[in-house]
């Protein structure tokens, strides 16, 4: 009756605006301003831009404005639309909306206040769309049908059933005012929805304040204000089909509420957030998921129900992951989870008990339950009760376990034959919690947690492991630079012939002590002779196989490689000689932190980077005819730097710093050739090294509250022995094949490092 008499007003209204106006004129591809009453607007052809001014009414029998044939159409409503029966505004296919603005009211007297058939691109609604009956707007499934973007702050109703009925694609739906329906659904989909947005209300007065039917699917939605409907559901998921309806994320700051169910799921939600309220006000079902799927469920807020079951799991219904730390609650039964012997909950993380209500629970056990422990006061508590099944037992990774603890009443109901796991550990900050399950009495069941302090074992796992990894890093690095300069440089090629080149192929074999770690490297070296004073040489060497300790690895990034440039005073090399040369090498890093005592087993990825340069003065005489000796002298700067690095494989992992050992070192010594025979040649030098400049970063561990830094200086030697002997075959007056053997002292006491190079050089 009163739906009636409401239609009979606005025929009324109608026919005494229809007598007195004219039918409006047809605007094809033109700007327009409608200033006056007039029936039946038509626009059509391209480019129309129509403003209806404030006060002034546009109506019709059937469709007051009709947009058929027109494309990028801007229509900017002040006033209003008003059909006696079908559509206000009606855009049919192939019609264009680019831009429509209702700041006015666009009405029916039986169904669809905005009919969209064709493509709207924006939609904004700060006023009134409205139907008497069904549909305030109406979106009408297709491949060409859709509405871009939809923004409403105004009103979209309906006097009967839905709102909103979407049966196409939406892109972008932001609501802050009101969509409604007197009956069901105030908002209807079987379409698309790309993002929903609603901080305003969206309500029904019957089924369903939002439903989604037929394989509809909505991507996101975001609900920080109200959806409900008077009596079955706030947001029904509801399959009719075959096909699964999809909501990807739903994400609930706000209410959702009905008298029935707040959501009822029967497709697909495959991740759910609540940190607001999702509540039945009189009946049962907060959340009912019946033959649904629901990926991850993660509850901050509330979920209530006003009489029984608060989350309904049934019909072979799946929750894979039900995280709370909120509330769940029912005011009837008292059972906050029901889960259905055909139904499963994989894994429940829960927090709620210790400081409310606890948790309750009714069925089929999950396959894992996880008590979440934020404080002695603040803990998991749940109770079980009529259960099938079993549960593995085991405490949230979140979880902050207190030293030397019992969390009493943690579990409730259950048997020993219902747990399948009732000790573990966890480790946080400095501390491993050993947590055991104990039975207290009956079917009561504590927490205890002992605690072991981790950071004395820490520590010194790191002195024995970590810094042996970073004095070997270092070792090994410069000891590639050291081996080629400390010798003063035995990447070099000076046999020339007549293209002023020289090439040189060979292989070395390095070994360093404590602990034992080898490479064998292929090495490249050319050179040309720029005049009979000066010539310049480059070398490449790649480390083939590296062999290391368990816990220290080794792999290339970049070869070594480097340069130099020589002076001669006299082109038989005699009198003084000064040479210039760098390297560089990158190489990866695994470090492996074994167990020492309590603490963990670490591994980290890092990288280590080596460069050098040095500056030689030497002087060349003969001793006798046979032999010359060579006193020299060197200054080298050089560095090794580690980069930072976390560990992995432990829960809880230690993260370095970044560590930088640079060096300014002195070398002096003497060299020495002797001719053997016209095809020998003996070679060899003693000389020592010494630091005057070191400066290396600590060791700074974190991770573990209590850890202390680790020095690298005590292990450091500044004055080290550098010799060498060599041995060359001259095959003819521009080849020959080289051996040569090298020791030394590395820059960390108890390390040394020898090698054996072997050579094959051609003038070219």
Not at 231 to 257: K, P
Not at 273 to 282: A, L, P
Not at 312 to 318: E, P
Not at 394 to 408: P, Q
Request: proline letters at 2%; charged letters at 15%.
């Amino acid at each position: 009756m009163k739906r009636l008499f409401f239609v009979l007003i606005l025929f009324g209204i109608f026919f005494s605006k229809h007598l007195s106006a004219a039918d409006c004129s047809i605007v094809s591809g033109s700007t327009k301003t409608i200033s006056s009453n007039c029936s039946d607007l038509e626009i059509e052809g391209d480019g129309s831009n129509v403003t209806v001014d404030s006060g002034v009414t546009i109506d019709s029998t059937n469709v007051a404005v009709k947009t058929a044939n027109g494309t990028n159409t801007s229509i900017t409503n002040n006033g209003t639309f008003e059909a006696s029966q079908t559509a206000g505004l009606r855009n049919s296919s192939p019609g264009n909306i680019s831009n429509l603005i209702n700041n006015g009211s666009i009405t029916a007297g039986t169904n669809h206040g905005l009919r969209n058939g064709g493509f709207i691109t924006i939609l904004t609604n700060t006023g009134t769309i409205s139907a008497a009956e069904d549909r305030g707007i109406t979106n009408l499934a297709g491949s060409k049908r859709s509405i871009e973007t939809l923004t409403n702050s105004g009103t979209i109703s309906a006097g009967a059933d839905h709102g909103i009925y979407n049966a196409g694609n939406i892109t972008t739906l932001t609501n802050s005012g009101t969509i409604s329906a007197d009956e069901n659904a105030g908002f209807w989909t079987k379409g698309t929805i790309t993002t929903f947005t609603n901080s305003g209300t969206i309500s029904a007065g019957e089924d369903g304040g939002l439903k989604i039917v037929q394989g509809g699917t909505i991507e996101t939605l975001i609900n920080s204000g109200t959806i409900s409907a008077g009596d079955e559901y706030g947001i029904i998921n509801d399959q009719s089909n075959s096909t699964f309806n999809i909501i990807t994320t739903l994400t609930n700051s706000g209410t959702i509420s009905a008298k029935r169910s707040g959501i009822w799921n029967d497709g697909e939600i495959k991740t759910l957030t609540n940190s607001g309220t999702i509540k039945t006000t009189t009946g049962d079902f907060a959340i009912k998921n019946i033959g649904g799927t629901i990926t991850t469920l993660t509850n901050s807020g509330t979920i209530s129900a006003g009489d029984e079951w608060a989350i309904y799991n049934d019909a072979s219904a799946t929750i894979t992951t039900l995280t709370n730390t909120g509330t769940i609650s029912a005011a009837g039964n008292n059972i906050s989870i029901y889960n259905d012997t055909d139904s499963n909950i994989t894994t429940l993380n829960n927090s709620q008990g210790a400081s409310g209500s606890a948790l309750t629970y009714d069925g089929k056990l999950p396959t894992n339950y996880n008590i979440i422990v934020n404080s002695a006061s603040d803990f998991g508590k749940i109770t079980f009760s009529s259960v099938s099944g079993t549960t593995n037992f085991g405490v949230d990774l979140s979880s902050t376990l207190g030293v030397s603890t019992t969390y009493s009443s943690a579990l409730v109901g259950l048997t020993s034959s219902n747990i399948t796991n009732t000790s573990g550990s966890l480790v946080s900050n400095s501390y491993r919690n050993n947590w055991t399950l104990e039975n207290s009495s009956g079917t009561t069941w504590d927490l205890v947690v002992e605690a072991i302090d981790l950071a004395p074992d820490t520590i010194e796992s790191v002195k024995k492991n970590t810094k042996t990894n970073v004095i070997s890093g270092i070792n090994n690095l410069l000891s590639v630079t050291e081996v080629n300069f400390a010798h003063m440089n035995t990447y070099d090629c000076d046999l020339f012939n007549e293209k002023n080149a020289c090439l040189s192929l060979g292989g070395r074999h390095t070994r360093i002590s404590n602990p034992t770690t080898s490479n064998n490297s292929f090495v490249l070296v050319g050179g040309y002779k720029i005049n009979k004073n000066l010539r310049v040489a480059g070398f490449y060497h790649k480390n083939l196989i590296h062999n290391t300790p368990s816990t220290f690895e080794l792999r290339d990034k970049t070869p070594l490689y480097g340069a130099l440039i020589v002076w001669n005073e006299h082109a038989d090399k005699s009198g003084y000689q000064i040479k210039f040369s760098n390297a560089y090498q990158l190489k990866s890093a695994i470090l492996t932190r074994d167990v020492v005592g309590s603490s963990e087993k670490g591994i980290g990825y890092t990288e280590i980077e080596a460069q050098s340069y040095i500056t030689e003065l030497q002087y060349n005489y003969k001793a006798s005819e046979n032999s010359n000796l060579i006193p020299y002298f060197a200054a080298k700067l050089s560095s090794v730097q580690q980069e930072g690095f976390t560990e992995v494989g432990l829960s809880s992992p230690l993260t370095f710093n970044r560590i930088k050992d640079s060096l300014g070192t002195i070398v002096s010594g003497l060299k020495f050739s002797i001719n053997m025979a016209s095809d020998r040649v003996l070679r060899g030098s003693i000389g020592v090294e010494h630091d005057l400049i070191h400066n290396v970063d600590k060791i700074e561990p974190t991770g573990i509250i209590g850890l202390s830094t680790v020095s690298l200086e005590n292990e450091f030697n500044p004055t080290r022995p550098v010799l060498s002997l060599a041995l060359d075959r001259y095959l003819s007056s521009n080849e020959k094949i080289t051996a040569t053997f090298q020791y030394q002292d590395l820059p960390y006491k108890s390390k040394a490092e020898a090698n054996a190079y072997f050579y094959y050089t051609i003038g070219l």
